[in-house]
């Protein structure tokens, strides 16, 4: 038997964290022969902890072969010990009458703190996806609160914008959404994110030449995946939580394990390419071997990808400028 991965999630015992902890625990994210260790943060009001004690009860209750051991605590540092992967999913919701601005405060706090204790207690390989809401910037504030770790190991989640176009593509081309490659969505996990079907391939042979129709583009595909979230929450009066669930799975299941060449979408701390600033956490297409993720350098970027990612872009730089003064 292998040895256990120590796999901490924040905000456990949230929507999210309840469509996560048991697929994971099933193997499903790290593979069927890897035995799993929870190390489960929530917040430490008695509300929250008696939920997380309660999904814990329910965890012990699918006797899972490959869950080792749990812990459910409220200290960020007993929850990051030593951990393998960290799923920073635990955020502030806006609340009534909240301005943006003051979102983004309340979530600074939150990722200094958790940045700063994955800094003194996880493994020097900690692989970090920040999935809490603004993932990118949250993310950001994460990474630079933990100057001994590389920047390399935070990633924020775009995946499930990935994954919503890559459905919506499918049933525009009529093609299996398994058959579709290449595709990229560029930027930040918001309404402003650019998803670029430009180089995606079915079979080997381009997509774009199926769906060769820039109306559609503009005016249905981009604003579909962009507004999906919103939908969701109008037609179920809850946001995305199983589909959520799902794409973080997929994403760190791609970073732990590979992908065969093939593309997936993360949110990585820029290098510069594509004229996005270093360290800015940007959406880019990455492919995955040995735990570490490569960029896909030398796409060429047409006139109207490129005001779509600057459009992104001018939104993350915004959101950095907002937390500036406490990093
Ligand atoms: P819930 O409100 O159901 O659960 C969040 C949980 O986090 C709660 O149980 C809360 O007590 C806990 N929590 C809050 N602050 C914490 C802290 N500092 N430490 C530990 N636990 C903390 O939200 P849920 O639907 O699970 O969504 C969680 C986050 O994911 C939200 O920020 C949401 O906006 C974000 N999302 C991000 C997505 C993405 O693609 N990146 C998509 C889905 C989702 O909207």
Known sequence: ???????AVTGAAGQIGYALLFRIAAGEMLGKDQPVILQLLELPMEKAQAALRGVMMELEDCAFPLLAGMVGTDDPEVAFKDADVALLVGARPRGPGMER?????????????????????????????????????????????APDLKPANFTAMLRLDHNRALSQLAVKAGVAVGDIENLVVWGNHSSTMYPDYRFATVGGASLKDRIDD?????????????????????????????????????????????????WV???????????????????????????????????????????????TLAELEEERAGVAHLL
């Open 1 to 7: 038997m292998k040895q256990p991965v120590r796999v």
């Open 101 to 145: 601005k003051d979102l983004l405060l309340e979530n600074a706090k939150i990722f200094t703190v958790q940045g700063a204790a994955l800094n003194k207690v996880a493994s020097r390989d900690v692989k970090v996806l920040v999935v809490g809401n603004p993932a990118n910037t949250n993310a950001y504030i994460a990474m630079k609160s």
């Open 214 to 262: 820039a109306d559609w583009n503009a005016n249905s595909f981009i604003p579909t995946v962009a507004k999906r979230g919103a939908a969701i929450i109008e037609a179920r009066g809850l946001s995305s939580a199983a589909s959520a669930a799902n794409a973080a799975i997929g994403h760190v299941r791609d970073w732990v394990l590979g992908t065969n060449g093939k």
């Open 265 to 311: 979408t993360m949110g990585v701390p820029s290098d510069g390419s594509y004229g996005i600033p270093e360290g800015i956490i940007y959406g880019v297409p990455v492919t995955t071997a040995n735990g570490t993720y490569t960029r896909v350098q030398g796409l060429p970027i047409d006139e109207f990808s490129r005001a779509r990612m600057d459009k």
